[in-house]
């Protein structure tokens, strides 16, 4: 089990900065966020002048490239990241699930969309995963697994985010071994409340709020999960370089001690 941060944490920095941060921290690896309008490190419509750039600042950090996050379901804009991804060797794409929580017709065309898009993902060889995502179409464990039940695609996969489903109003320590048979890939950071959005990112940070990550940790050991496990805090903007580093770095030692007291992470030295 890999772990790793969504470099969207280091909105305000560039990609080497965040991956000399995250580095540091203790990860294993990093997502790199491909989100229009929000944070686009990797920049889909210039990849290729990117590539190798990239690939040598995850070698020269230590770090893999664990997922990419690209959030829309635009089909062109996919198209470019799975052709990134396969180029790249990032594995694992995370999009949103779009529509609008309750709308049955909303579901059904978000589900049909990410089937599409899965079947375009084989080509490629990587895994398109989606989460539940509040105020979505697909946004608690039940239209999850309406998902899951709907698309066969090898390359379809869930992202499993607490923090959704927490907001959602559900336990996710609970919920997880409902979807884990499909789970390629884990957002996961803390919250306050079941609010609607997340907080600000110091109560991002796992383990200073109100969710039972020990225990939703265990049940990924448990379940005999070993897919990436990435940071995601969003609304980072306008904080130093001192700021988000703390929350990856505070974050790290929760995730990581959980996983060393449930025996699969050992300790390992501080990257230079």
Not at 37 to 43: D, I, Q, T, V, W
Not at 219 to 241: F, K, M, R, T, W
Request: glycine share 10%.
């Amino acid at each position: 089990m890999k772990l790793g941060v969504n470099s969207v944490l280091f909105k305000d920095f560039d990609f080497a900065t965040a991956a000399k941060q995250i580095a540091k921290c203790g990860y294993d690896g990093v997502e790199i966020a491909a989100i229009k309008g929000m944070c686009e490190h990797l920049e889909l419509d210039r990849w290729r002048e990117q590539a190798e750039e990239l690939k040598e600042i995850v070698k020269e950090n230590g770090l893999d490239f664990l997922s990419m996050e690209v959030a829309t379901l635009d089909e062109e804009r996919l198209t470019k990241a799975f052709e990134a991804g396969a180029a790249l060797g990032i594995p694992v794409i995370n999009v949103g699930p779009g529509g609008k929580s309750g709308d049955e017709d909303s579901l059904l065309h978000s589900i049909e969309t990410l089937r599409s898009l899965s079947k375009k993902a084989e080509e490629y060889g990587v895994t398109l995963c989606v989460k539940a995502h509040v105020g979505n179409a697909i946004y608690n464990t039940p239209t999850t697994l309406q998902a899951m039940n709907e698309i066969d695609s090898p390359a379809f996969g869930i992202d499993m985010d607490p923090s959704h489903i927490y907001r959602g109003n559900e336990n996710p320590e609970k919920e997880l071994p409902k979807v884990l048979s499909r789970m390629k890939h884990v957002h996961i950071r803390d919250c306050k409340g079941r609010t609607t959005g997340p907080g600000e990112i110091q109560n991002q940070a796992c383990g200073r709020g109100d969710i039972d990550l020990f225990a939703y940790c265990k049940a990924l050991v448990d379940g005999n999960y070993e897919g990436p496990v990435c940071l995601e805090v969003i609304g980072a903007n306008q904080h130093s370089l001192a700021d988000v580093s703390i929350v990856a770095a505070e974050s790290y030692g929760y995730l990581n001690a959980c996983l060393q007291k449930l025996g699969v992470r050992k300790p390992n030295l501080v990257k230079k």
